[in-house]
């Protein structure tokens, strides 16, 4: 079973930028998307941008086009947000996410913080 595992979270300030990362082990296909969803309190999880395993196919929310970056290394199995110009209401956990085979799976979240 393929397992993620998030890294890179914390506080930063408003105007700055975070690198946050999900190392991705087990089993992977060709046909897998990996993503980064994000989740303020009480809300839902959002969807913030998703790319091809293989491919190098990115597509990205409105909220964070322009902003934020997704991108893979497919050697070191990792894939990497880089987000820029953060702001405060950017703050919330984030998720790392494949869809492989038709099934979803989720890293533990690594919480980001914005600070005004």
């Known amino acids: 079973q393929v397992q993620l595992v998030e890294s890179g979270g914390g506080v930063v300030q408003a105007g700055g930028p975070l690198r946050i990362s999900c190392a991705v082990s087990?089993?992977?296909?060709?046909?897998?998307?990996m993503g980064w969803f994000r989740q303020f309190p009480g809300k839902e999880r959002e969807f913030v941008a998703t790319?091809?395993?293989?491919?190098?196919?990115?597509r990205y929310a409105d909220s964070a086009k322009g902003r934020f970056t997704i991108s893979r290394d497919n050697a070191k199995n990792t894939v990497y947000l880089q987000m820029n110009s953060l702001k405060p209401e950017d703050t919330a956990v984030y998720y790392c996410?494949?869809?492989?085979?038709?099934?979803?799976?989720w890293g533990q979240g690594t919480q980001v913080t914005v600070s005004s």
């Open positions: 087990g089993r992977t296909f060709s046909s897998d998307r």
């Open positions: 996410n494949i869809r492989q085979l038709g099934r979803d799976y």
């Open positions: 790319i091809s395993w293989s491919g190098g196919n990115t």
